[in-house]
Structure formats: C-alpha cells, structure tokens
C-alpha cells in the first residue's frame, strides 16, 4: 500500500508578505503616498550623493578636496581613492561651507559654474545640494531621539500610572505651556552663548529634543492604556513575565503605528523650524551648507529680475517638506483608519 503525501507548502517570505499586506496594498493604490515616496527618494539620493552632484572644486577655496586628500575635483568619483569613501560616508566639515564664486553683493544669475546663481557670492547649487544633507542629519537625529525617549517614557507613565504618570504628565504640562518656537529659541541662544566653540548642530538637536519629545510619549501612554489590559498581555504576565519584558515586547509594538507616522510627518516640519532658526540668525555660522541661511542671503533681493535668490532654495524647502507630509498623511491612513 502506497500513501501518497503532499508536496510540502512553502512558507511565503516576510518580505513577501509584508509587500500584500492590506495596508501596503492601501499605500501602492494611493497616488499621492507614491508621489510624495517618490519625492523622498529623490531627496534621500540627493543627500548621499552629495559630493558627486555638486563637487567641491579647488577653484571656489579647495579645502574640503584638501581634507579628503584629493588634488583634483574629478578624483571623487574613482572608488580607488579613499576620498571617495569619505566624501560619501564621512565627509568633513570644509565641505559643508558652501563654495564662494565671488564676493559681490549682487545675485548672480545661473552659469555653468553656478548652474542655480549665486547669493551674497555664495552658490546657491552647492549650499542646497549639501544642505540637503544637514537637513537629513538633523532631522534623523532629532525625530530619533524624541521617538525614543517618547516611547519609553510614554509606556512606563502609561504602564505603571499612580504616582509616576502624575509626575511625566504634570511635567508635559508644564512644556505644553511654552510655546514650542518660543521655548527652542530660549534654549538654542542659552546653548550657544554658554558653549560659544560646540559644534552648531548640538545646541539645535538638544533644543528640539526638549521641546518635541513630550508629543510621543503622551500618544504612547493613551495606547498603553488601551492595551495593557488586553488579555495577551494579562497571560504574559500570569507566565511570568517581568514588568519591563511586557513594556517592551507586549505593549510597545502594540502602540507603534500611530507615533511612526508621526514621526514620518515630523521629518518633514524639522527642517522648516531649522530653516526659521537659521532666518532668524539663529542657526548655523554664515556660509554653512543649510537652507535657511539661502533664505536669509535672498531677504535684500526679493525681487523679479533676482528670482532665483529665492525661488530655488524655496522650492527645495516645500518639496521636501511636502513628499514626507503626503507620505505620512497616507501612511496614518493605512495603518489607522480611526483618523480617517
């Protein structure tokens, strides 16, 4: 007697399955969500590649060729050469100070050696092209950092309550008193002025670490409220799950889909508040590759005949600003339909 069996079923990838996933299928199918991904992309390609896109030239100062121990402009694009890893991954500071064409107070309109003009001397392609890259790194690291610290503070007042989430609540009380633009403005100038020779990016991430974290965590304690007394957590617990096991493995995944879409959205407003900071003398020192000091050299020169003063580094601003807004209003979508 012979028994026949069954071809063994494979087991469809993670991967796989995570690409037709409902709320996946709800993203491709939206438009917009692509096109506002697409925006990203192009931004986040942009930033890598930097050094390839506007290279830094010995002709406009040659200090960051000088800091990657390279003598000529086109040696950044040979792989043999350890400026080229450098520029990508780990590039030094000269080459953030946007190139100088001149030292003319007056725009100069787009050249093959300026292909978006010039600002105060500057060039425009060159401080929006690295800047780029300023503006990832700061937002990264401030959307991180107030992520982290408002999942885990947000989970133990909304896991523990009593006397511990009266006192985190009392205090983002207190935060959500002070106007958020007000409170960074307070915080960057105190940091500035006692820490005169700190790198310009720490007085900016600190400042709007303590002003943005609170949002999180008192959006991680309402769903750690709804769902610490789910019964998968109830038989973890009678399992013998510690405390800290169940906020961690048990209520935290639980309560991620709503402060990951907002933190999707925040990497879109980070650079605005970082380009007002920088408006308003604020930000960055003079001639640092950042979009809003672009912004502030176009103040003196808003007008028609000097259009691209304002209209390139504007442009730049919006459209990153709108591919993570469209993006992430998608993403709460589909991972939400309570906020629709």
């Known amino acids: 007697m012979t028994t026949i069996s069954a071809p063994p079923q494979r087991r469809e990838s993670r991967f796989k399955t995570f690409l037709t996933s409902r709320p996946v299928l709800k993203l491709r199918r ?60 780990a590039a030094p500071p000269s080459c953030y100070a946007i190139e100088r064409e001149s030292f003319a107070p ?22 929006l092209v690295w800047g780029t890259r300023t503006m990832f790194k700061l937002s990264l690291i401030v959307v991180g950092i107030n992520l982290i610290l408002g999942l885990i503070l947000g989970a133990i007042s909304g896991f523990y309550g009593g006397w511990i989430d009266n006192l985190l609540q009392r205090f983002i009380d207190v935060l959500y008193a002070l106007p958020p633009l007000v409170l960074t403005i307070i ?22 670490t303590v002003a943005g974290w609170a949002y999180y965590a008192r959006i991680v304690r309402g769903e750690v409220l709804r ?24 209520v935290i995944p639980n309560s991620l889909a709503s402060v990951i879409t907002l933190a999707i959205l925040d990497l879109g407003t980070v650079p605005l508040s970082v380009a007002a900071l920088s408006f308003l003398g604020l930000g960055y020192p003079t001639g640092y590759a950042e979009w809003g000091q672009l912004v502030d050299f176009a103040r003196a020169w808003l007008q028609p005949q000097f259009w691209w003063v304002m209209v390139y580094p504007a442009a730049f601003i919006v459209l990153f600003s709108l591919g993570f807004n469209l993006f992430g209003d998608a993403l709460r979508d589909a991972y939400d339909p309570k906020s629709r």
């Open 227 to 250: 769902t610490r007394q789910l019964e998968y957590v109830d038989a973890a617990r009678s399992l013998g799950a510690r405390d800290w096991r169940l906020i961690m493995k048990h």
């Open 187 to 208: 915080l960057v100038t105190f940091l500035r002025a006692r820490n005169p020779g700190v790198d310009p990016s720490f007085p900016i991430i600190l400042a709007y």
């Open 30 to 89: 939206n438009k917009l969500a692509m096109f506002g991904l697409a925006i990203t992309l192009l931004f986040v390609l942009t930033a890598f590649f930097a050094p390839w896109i506007a290279r830094p030239s010995a002709e406009a100062g040659g200090n960051c060729l000088r800091d990657l121990n390279l003598s000529s402009p086109n040696q950044i694009y040979n792989p043999a050469n350890g400026g080229f890893w450098k520029a990508l991954f």
């Open 106 to 127: 007056n725009p100069a309109p787009p050249s093959p050696q300026a292909y978006f003009g010039t600002s105060q001397g500057y060039d425009i392609f060159y401080g």
